[in-house]
């Protein structure tokens, strides 16, 4: 945008529905509030009959996809230590001592129309399998209704909800994090964000080994941060929570993937979960753990 003056500001344009937008200024302006330096300033906010447009701070730095394409790996390293600074500090500064329920088999239930639009094939009725009756995933997805109500966290936080490799950007030179599209925000179970930020990381369509293996490490790095951060806030559930976060992911990131191989790959991690999930009650189901390799391609 050039100025009158002769000043020169990079900004981001965004257009939409202005109600839409009026939600984002919201939540954007409460990260501000309380927790300054992560959301982008706003500049300005206009609306004119059924459009609405956004001037957004331009945030200098890489996302954290282009990090494990392109950085060398002390870069990334010295992201990854600073996003868990930043993590600990939101969730730290915004935790709310009150039971939390996140409803993960709900975001399924939500999402699965969109999953079936584009992958149709998943929505088979009854089959058998050499002899093995396969459950209709719908109905799959209805035996785990307990799952929810079993599963509760002991206190939230000021999650970003949706915290992709994209949605993340680190600054080198001022060594930061800073985060975008924060439009889903509210105080919510810090596994929701985990489990999309793990699920993001393995889904990315990259096969180059030691590409790989870097995004591999970031998995593990921030699994193990997460539990760590759990075990010392005396959360006892907090795996449990986190398998049904990523049979979310799982099977919801199916809608954004074309490639049919690779989304039959993600659903079927889903799938697995939500099967494991739908046989346990009481303890065995607060004490359950997904398989370590099950984040490992």
Known sequence: VDRSSGEERMIVFKEGPPE????????????????????????SFQQRGDSGAILFEYLPGRTFEQLLLQSQPPELRAALARLKSALREIWTKTRLDEPTHPDF??????????????????????E????????PFDELVA????????????????GHGDLNVDNVIYDPELDSI????????????????VSVFLVSHFRLRVFDRPVRARIQ???????????EFARETGDTTFEARLAAGLARSFVTSARFVLDEEFAKGLFLRGRYLLEQLSTLRGEALLRYRAPEDLLVD
């Open 20 to 43: 839409k937008l009026a939600e984002e200024r919201e939540c954007v302006q409460r990260w501000n509030r309380i927790l300054p330096g992560y959301a982008p300033g706003i500049y």
């Open 105 to 126: 088999i709900a975001q399924v239930r939500k999402r699965l129309p969109a999953v079936y639009e584009l992958h149709p094939e998943f929505a088979r009725g009854a």
């Open 128 to 135: 058998s399998l050499g002899g093995v009756e396969v459950t």
């Open 143 to 158: 035996r785990c209704g307990h799952v929810d109500e079993a599963l509760v966290a002991p206190f939230s936080v000021l």
């Open 178 to 193: 800073r985060l975008i599209d924060l439009h889903r925000s509210h105080q919510t179970d810090f596994v929701q964000d």
């Open 217 to 227: 490490d970031v998995i593990s790095r921030v699994h193990d941060f997460a539990a």
